[in-house]
């Protein structure tokens, strides 16, 4: 049984020793010291899956809305993620944050969504709501420029990062027409008076067309969350599942199998220390325990944990004949974090 552990956030760099006072991963610790590097790559979790299953288009918003059941009948234009932001006053520039926290409620969304479509048909623009917190956008026609990723424009200044190319000004005066749109909405309205945070406007990401690609079945499960990551599986005909909240669930279908845990990544994104150590005192428990465990008995025989610093993503090799690598001590996770 073969086993690939995708953990983004896993590493936070240049952290600072304090995060590190009172966590204890001793689990992590013996992975880590008995693994091997096998290969990097340049760029994140998502670079690393558009590598690892030679997906060239990948990452793009096209994927997650192969998952809608109402996409439109033509499958020309461009996807993008849509996601519905708060904008968070810092002197003199506003930063991005995320709608994982603002508690959007699907009436919310879909109201929202039904404004912003009544506004911008006219210019072939059509949203959908996929999640409460995640939107997409199909345009007719062919996207150029250049977006920055949501992950990497969460918790940064909304200027510096703003579209990039041929007609980037055009992006910037229909997102700023969403704002308005938006921050007048009778949702916003309410909100406000419940004093809840408002949904300012949404960010733009991830431009992509839809593709179909003939794959034969796969025999690895995907345990995944994310949509993006979901709709490739449909692409490639490999059979996926939610990430399950415990490991034993993957041990006992005795299936190589790849699973993909968030959480971490979401805590470091949001720069929340206290979620991030509680995050990683989770996986230790629930997933690096037990696997650790099934290593030393044969049980899997194999294990890759894909881990991602700020620039590169690393694939790290355990294999049941390294726990009699006695020379290989504990690797404690601080030490990949400097």
Known sequence: MKLTLVLPGLIWPHADKQFFRELSLPSLAWLLGKASKIKSITGTCNDWLADATQSRDFPSAAYAASLLANQPTDSAGTWLFAHPIHLIPNRSELRIADAGQLGISLLEAEAL???LNQHFA?????????TPDQWLLHV???VTESFTP???AVGRSMDPILPTGPNAMVWHRQMNEMQMLMYNHPVNDERDAKGMPVIHGVWLSSPGKSTQTASQPSSTQWWIDNVMWQGLAKQLNIP?????????MILESEKDALIKLET???AQIRQDVWAWQEALREVEDVWFTPLAAALSSGKVSQLDL???DESETSTYRIQTSDKWKFWKRPLPLETLCS
């Open 264 to 266: 971490a990544n979401w």
């Open 113 to 115: 969504v039904r404004g």
């Open 140 to 142: 007719a026609n062919e």
């Open 306 to 308: 894909v881990l991602s």
């Open 150 to 152: 949501f992950e990497t």
């Open 122 to 130: 006219q210019d072939g623009m059509q949203f959908y709501v996929q």
């Open 240 to 248: 996926f599942s939610p990430s399950p909240s415990r490991s034993e």
